[in-house]
T-cell receptor
Framework: DQQVKQNSPSLSVQEGRISILNCDYT??????FLWYKKYPAEGPTFLIS?????DKNEDGRFTVFLNKSAKHLSLHIVPSQPGDSAVYFC???????????FGTGTRLKVLA | GAGVSQSPSNKVTEKGKDVELRCDPI?????LYWYRQSLGQGLEFLIY????????KSGLPSDRFSAERTGGSVSTLTIQRTQQEDSAVYLC??????????????FGDGTRLSIL
């Protein structure tokens, strides 16, 4: 049972435009959501997180939106840069645990 | 800086052999995780250590898989009698795990395991 889903395996965006990566989840008890970026042959690196008590968190070019009623979160990257080309994973955790459940990832390609 | 270190970076072995993968977490991180990423798949949780608590082994796929964490620091993941389906990248991560929830995990670069 996949509790965290990233239904788009890949996405291509023109440099300078907005990239929107989506993530859906089934467990309404999740209390933290995180986004990671992964380059080939490297481990994932943390990008940005959001608590379930918020609906938006922003850090530079990266903004995460949380819609709890729809059990949906999204990562917006504006403006997109070629260096943003990577696989992006969303992850979620249950209250009181440090265990994260990861989605299957979305490969973003930013075209110059 | 001293990030999460994994060794070896690559391992090729014959089916049926045992393998041992090592993870050095960030100093002071009490939580340590092992994940597996098979080709074209997401991160599959294997096992989680938190301080001196009993580990959460719920993700280990079979009894051929085991992990230890000695002295609350270094961890080894052992796969006995390897099978071809064990071929994957094995990722280790650590986090502070001591303060507020939502602490991000810091990942190593993984061990790419290939079973011939």
């Amino acid at each position: 049972d996949q509790q965290v889903k990233q239904n788009s395996p890949s996405l291509s965006v023109q440099e300078g435009r907005i990239s929107i990566l989506n993530c859906d989840y089934t467990n309404s008890m999740f209390d933290y959501f995180l986004w990671y970026k992964k380059y080939p042959a490297e481990g994932p690196t943390f990008l940005i997180s959001i608590s379930s008590i918020k609906d938006k968190n922003e850090d530079g070019r990266f903004t995460v939106f949380l819609n709890k009623s729809a059990k949906h979160l999204s990562l917006h990257i504006v403006p997109s840069q070629p260096g943003d080309s990577a696989v992006y994973f969303c992850a979620a955790s249950n209250p009181g645990t440090y265990k994260y459940i990861f989605g299957t990832g979305t490969r973003l390609k930013v075209l110059a | 800086g001293a990030g999460v270190s994994q060794s070896p970076s690559n391992k090729v072995t014959e089916k049926g052999k045992d393998v041992e993968l090592r993870c050095d977490p960030i100093s002071g991180h009490t939580a340590l995780y092992w994940y597996r990423q098979s080709l074209g798949q997401g991160l599959e949780f294997l096992i989680y250590f938190q301080g001196n608590s009993a580990p959460d082994k719920s993700g280990l796929p079979s009894d051929r898989f085991s992990a230890e964490r000695t002295g609350g620091s270094v961890s080894t993941l052992t796969i006995q009698r390897t099978q071809q389906e064990d071929s994957a990248v094995y990722l280790c991560a650590s986090s502070l795990g001591r303060t507020t929830m939502g602490q991000p995990q810091h990942f190593g670069d993984g061990t790419r395991l290939s079973i011939l």
